[in-house]
């Protein structure tokens, strides 16, 4: 068979064998993502959901720059929207419950694998370190509710009060207007913070952190804390996270399947369009609904797509941060 030919041939089996794997889910076995060198002009680079981000950004930035590890980089950059009262779905400040109080969810995942997750926390008010001290200190990956609480106070974090007076209002206000529950995410009232990250060496870290949704039925635990759904991280290919409705970002764990699709060789963007659309395909969405992925590979390329308009990520590399405005599903 003349070079050509064979050339031709194999290239159609591979098409072929790859056609089927991803039709029955084997691709992740039978592909290696594309990987192009590290650009290390740029690197790092970090994105993180909404405006707040920015401030993140620039928190992680400066841990790394100093020789900080990616990991401590997504820590501390999070840790910055968890004490801001301003940020209004993340730790101190953020909405409380349908009981009024303010319960949390995050989590942390490094290059090597480990993860750390923490959700319904109550009265801490830095979950992400908790969740970080969750994956270096014991076995498992998740703790929740009063043992997470327990686990945190053993660790020599102290309890907060979380619930500002100006949330105190807030609730007071939905009591009065008849309490009832409307899942609505964007821009004006949600702000889970989700950030990714690649240091000068490609190797990738990820934290999410949240007060979930507004007046959320008493233990509901969103995506957030839910490795594969809020966050996923794999040093090989790339990292995702997510913010919006959690239901659906679980029911279809989200960044994993961004990170899965960029295994198979997708570029983050187009990873974040089919992570979209799959909630689309499978799940009945509401007129309120909203969701936004970010998402960044092991080269540095970076994509990100929401269901309705509204959502932005910041974007961080060694030269410039910047707010960027995130294409939707649903055009108005
Ligand atoms: C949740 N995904 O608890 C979170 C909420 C969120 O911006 O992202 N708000 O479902």
Known sequence: MSNRRKFLVQTLIGGIAT???????????IMKPAVLPPDHESFPI??????????????????????????????????????????QSVGFGGFPDASGEVT?????MGPDGRAGSVACLKEIMHPISVARKVMEKTPHVMLVGDG????????????????????????????????????????????????????????????????GMAFKHPGRVGDSPIIGAGL???????????????EAVMKTLGSFLIVELMRQGYSPQQACELAVRRIVAKI????????????????????????????QYAFSNRNETRLVDVKSEKKN
Not at 232 to 246: K, P, S
Request: hydrophobic share 40%; charged share 15%.
């Open 104 to 108: 949390l969810d995050a989590c942390i």
């Open 232 to 246: 996923f991280v794999d040093n090989e290919v790339g990292a995702a996270t997510a913010t919006g409705e959690g």
């Open 19 to 29: 056609g089927l794997g991803y039709r029955y889910g084997l691709a992740s076995t």
């Open 148 to 211: 997470a609480q327990k686990f945190a106070l053993d660790q020599g974090f102290e309890k907060t009060n979380l619930l500002t007076p100006e949330m105190n209002d807030n609730y007071a206000a939905w009591k009065a207007s008849g309490a009832s529950y409307a899942p609505h995410a964007n821009w004006e009232n949600h702000d889970t913070i989700g950030l990714i990250a690649i240091d000068i060496n490609g190797d990738l870290a990820g934290a999410c952190t949240t007060s």
């Open 46 to 87: 970090i994105l993180s959901t909404w405006n707040h981000g920015l401030a993140a950004n620039k928190k992680a930035m400066g841990v790394m720059i100093k020789g900080g590890s990616v990991l401590d980089a997504v820590e501390q950059g999070v840790r910055v929207s968890e004490a801001d009262p301003k940020v």
């Open 284 to 311: 009945k969405v509401h007129p309120h609904f909203q969701i936004g992925y970010i998402a960044l590979n092991k080269s540095g390329e970076v994509g990100a797509y929401a269901y309705a308009p509204g959502f």
